[in-house]
């Protein structure tokens, strides 16, 4: 499969505490990004990482980035109950200008517990 | 206007019915996608249209054929669709390919 394998599939903290979620990919890649996911609804983009940046903050959360190890992470610090979703990353697979594709991974549910 | 709308949010359709989502942004993107998604599963990417012309067929299955009229709009006609065709299928777009994609809230298809 070429989608990036998450873990954990589910995590369950509670309101500010932190969360981590991984994220690892098999080829080279263009871009990671990071999408959120409320129950049933669209997706919406939170961060991009490229692939010569090795990490990137945006308001709560941290996004670091190791090609070496083909690996990234999320850091939400001092969550939330609405931050309450899933999490997917996202790789922008690297086969060469029109070809590429951004490929979405199995995801991590987040429960931030009130 | 940073949405993409996508319409209908639901729809219920026989295998031997043609029916066709829409999806419109006004954001002056120009790469739009279609993604599939089932319960509990990532998106699958379906297709990939760059200023209106469709650069990526991911093998997806005659029954289900995109549109582009124009640089705003994208459609997904369906016909002789099977049950296992059920899923949230989302409409996106983005500045530039591949990245930073604003996605509309889906269409909920039941095939019976």
């Known amino acids: 499969s070429q989608q990036g394998e998450e873990d954990p599939q589910a995590l369950s903290i509670q309101e500010g505490e932190n969360a981590t979620m991984n994220c690892s990919y098999k080829?080279?890649?263009?871009?990671l990004q990071w999408y959120r996911q409320n129950s049933g609804r669209g997706l919406v983009h939170l961060i991009l990482?490229?692939?010569?940046?090795r990490e990137k903050h945006s308001g709560r959360l941290r996004v670091t980035l190791d090609t070496s190890k083909k690996s990234s992470s999320l850091l939400i610090t001092a969550s939330r109950a609405a931050d309450t979703a899933s999490y997917f990353c996202?790789?922008?697979?690297?086969?060469?200008?029109?070809?590429?594709?951004?490929?979405f991974g199995t995801g991590t549910l987040l429960a931030v517990q009130p | 206007d940073t949405e993409v709308t996508q319409t209908p949010k639901h729809l219920v359709m026989g295998m031997t019915n043609k029916k066709s989502l829409k999806c419109e942004q006004h954001?002056?993107?120009?790469?739009m996608y279609w993604y599939k998604q089932k319960a509990k599963k990532p998106p699958e990417l379906m297709f990939v249209?760059?200023?209106?012309?469709?650069?990526i067929n991911e093998s997806v299955p005659s029954r289900f054929s995109p549109e582009c009229p124009n640089s705003s709009l994208l459609n997904l006609h369906l016909h002789a669709l099977q049950p296992e065709d059920s899923a949230l299928y989302l409409c996106?777009?983005?500045?530039?390919?591949?990245?930073?994609?604003?996605f509309g809230s889906g269409t909920q298809l039941s095939v019976l």
């Open positions: 996106a777009s983005s500045p530039k390919r591949h990245e930073k994609l604003f």
């Open positions: 080829t080279s890649i263009n871009n």
């Open positions: 990482i490229r692939s010569n940046e």
């Open positions: 996202a790789t922008d697979l690297n086969y060469g200008g029109a070809t590429n594709k951004l490929i």
């Open positions: 954001m002056g993107h120009r790469a």
């Open positions: 249209y760059s200023y209106e012309k469709l650069s």
